[in-house]
């Protein structure tokens, strides 16, 4: 039985991802990152009044993927202290009603990116997924046999942060990967970076990014790998 984690003396709690909570959790995403280079370049001239529309459909495309494990941290008195979204690779295929689910949201995606005027938004979000996913390549970890878990975002709002969240959350991906004897994989963040180094990640890949207009470098990302413990 894992170990309950307190923040401000509440005992720290996790549920599913629900379709209601998908509103304040890309609020609490915004805030968390809203220092973050890599998502000031995404979202560089777009109007405050979009952020958080356009910033749900990243949120909404995680929720209506089966494949991904979404985790939403709180307390008694806070709804929505931290986010987690996670995935296992290989993953299983999907049926065709999640298919035709997943092709509905591409089509309200692009309606959200053409009623925003967001072209250069999604440009550089999909230059970004390409610079990442080649950077995971460059790690063999597509070719382990038994797969691997890719944990995409870990986010706690900023009035909780340096308070354990991150580790509690990413706790919950460990036992999962330490149970089937699976590594983990995640891009770090700037403020995250030493955490995960103590957590037991080691970089394994870097990645260059940069604007694909102007060539600017945005920011380098460090792909980090932390391995299985066994018992």
Not at 36 to 45: E, I, K, P, Q
Not at 200 to 224: H, N
């Amino acid at each position: 039985m894992s170990e309950a984690h307190f923040v401000d003396g509440e005992a720290l709690q996790f549920r599913n991802l629900k379709y209601s909570d998908l509103g304040p959790v890309t609020a609490l995403t915004l805030r968390a990152f809203k220092d973050s280079d890599t998502w000031a370049w995404r979202f560089r001239g777009i109007s405050p009044s979009a952020l958080l529309p356009l910033t749900k459909l990243f949120s909404r495309k995680i929720y209506l993927n089966p494949r991904v494990n979404c985790k939403v941290a709180y307390t008694s008195s806070h709804p929505y202290v931290g986010f987690l979204a996670y995935e296992q690779f290989p993953s299983v295929k999907l049926s065709y009603r999640e298919r035709f689910i997943q092709w509905l949201h591409g089509l309200y995606e692009r309606f959200i990116y053409w009623w925003y005027d967001a072209g250069a938004l999604k440009r550089r979000a999909q230059y970004n997924e390409v610079q990442y996913e080649t950077a995971l390549y460059k790690t063999g970890l597509l070719t382990q046999p038994n797969g691997f878990i890719m944990v995409h975002l870990v986010s706690v709002n900023p009035d909780s942060q340096k308070k354990g969240v991150g580790k509690a959350m990413l706790n919950i991906v460990h036992r999962d990967a330490d149970s089937h004897q699976l590594p983990c994989f995640l891009f770090a963040s700037t403020v995250g970076y030493g955490m995960y180094e103590h957590l037991g990640y080691r970089t394994a890949v870097t990645t260059e990014l940069r604007d694909d207009e102007t060539g600017e470098l945005i920011k380098i990302s460090s792909g980090m790998i932390r391995d299985a413990k066994k018992d």
